[in-house]
């Protein structure tokens, strides 16, 4: 996602576009990007933070989280 910081024109279209549409409420939206990665046990939750901070996320712009199904947040 990008960070707080960052200027998102999307964000800002789509939230112009609510209004139109009649959808009140919302006064913000960050629009962003979303891997999914199938991976097997061998990987380790250090090995996705390394694949997400090297490879799919610009850190100088965006901030990243990563949520893995069936492990307890």
């Known amino acids: 996602m990008p960070k707080e910081e960052i200027l998102d024109p ?3 279209a789509v939230v112009r576009a609510l209004d139109r ?3 009140s ?3 913000d939206v960050r629009q ?3 891997f999914v990665l199938e ?3 061998s990987v380790s939750r250090e090995d996705l933070e ?3 901070s090297t490879l799919l ?4 712009i965006e901030d990243f989280a990563i949520e893995v199904d069936g492990e307890e947040k």
């Open 50 to 52: 390394r694949v997400a």
């Open 25 to 27: 409420g919302v006064s």
């Open 10 to 12: 999307q964000g800002k």
């Open 32 to 34: 962003g990007k979303r």
């Open 39 to 41: 991976v097997d046990d």
């Open 57 to 60: 996320a610009n850190t100088v």
């Open 21 to 23: 549409i009649g959808v």
